[in-house]
């Protein structure tokens, strides 16, 4: 295996005694090795979503559809081929933790309505996956069993009501499973405006709520203000997990933070990252550490991942830095991390990459005040 690459200096962006004296953050080192060279034809396109198995095995949700011209309509998939590349890579790839690809299925097929715009997958406790999708008409979630045969789906394209409607979605963002309670959250946020929960097994819907645990409220929020007052309704729900302890953690886009609820919907507390950045939001993904000490979120806008303590919610530490070389990030959108601390990032639009960080144990951040991001 080829040795890895140098380590992140890494600065946080923190208010004044918001970090605890003598914390320690996680440390992380960009691996270059992973993954291993995909078939050669292969197109990948921008990344909807990351998982991790019960197997430590790496799950890679990609985008065909916006795949440009010389990558899908005048290559190896012409009659006759105009070229040996390239072919769009099936929608879903699993990989082992060498990084070698072990799987690849998706697309559409009899008896379910693939979406128009592939974002979140998640792999639950009995292997089922689960997949959502963000395009105009895409309603609906999808289960299928670790080898893409179709188990069942909930919601319809085009069929969508807004946030009250317990039937169908509303351009769902990004899902998980609860396996203590056999549940499904889903972040419902490209036009509904909620987290909705959905038994696992049956998919009966079971509840739903908005930011603060209000009733959701579609209505037009209007551009995002960093000086007013925080909104009472989530701008776009962007992912949701649930931690071992029973809470709920939403990442709130567009309104640059993380919400904390109990499992009832209960709102528990929030917290803020670049509160002025404007473009494309602060607060895209979610992941936690193995011991859930800490909660990491990807910041798309500022193109970093986060470090969280979880408990307080408070910034520690940050990693990456915007570029298109190795290591680098370019608008970040997909996160997810394995039973090592390893942490995955998948990008979105033109850097279609995903990349594996190592965990490297913990150091002392260097804690570094920043200047908030300009509008």
Known sequence: ????????????????????????????????????????????????????????????????????????????????????CCIPAPPVLEFDQEGKLVASWGGPGPGYEWPQIEHGIFVDHNDNVWIAGSGDKDAQVLKFTRQGTFIAQFGHQGRSRGSADTENLGGPANLTVDPAANELYVADGYRNKRVIVLDAATLAFKRLWGA??????????????????????????????????????????????IQVFRKDGTF???????RRTLLAGAASGLAFSPDQRFLYVIDGGNHHVWILLRETLAVVDRFGQQGIFGGSLNVPHALATDSRGNVYVGENFDGRRFQRFVYKGMGAPIGRLLSPPRP
């Open 1 to 84: 295996m080829a040795a890895l690459g140098v380590v992140w200096t890494v600065r946080a962006e923190v208010a004044p005694g918001q970090v605890q004296p003598n914390v320690q953050a996680p440390r992380f080192q960009y691996d270059p090795t992973f993954p291993q060279p995909l078939p050669a034809q292969w197109a990948i396109g921008a990344i909807g979503g990351m998982a991790v198995d019960s197997r430590d095995h790496i799950w890679v949700l990609h985008r065909p559809g916006p795949l440009r011209a010389n990558e899908r309509f005048a290559g190896a998939d012409d009659t006759p081929p105009k070229a040996e």
């Open 212 to 257: 603060y645990g209000n009733k959701p409220d579609d209505a037009d929020p209007g551009p995002f203000n960093p000086d007013a007052p925080p909104a009472q309704q989530f701008r776009l729900p962007h992912n949701v997990a649930v931690s071992r302890d029973g809470f709920v953690y939403v990442a709130d886009r567009p309104n640059n933070r």
């Open 268 to 274: 528990v507390k929030e917290g803020f990252l670049a």
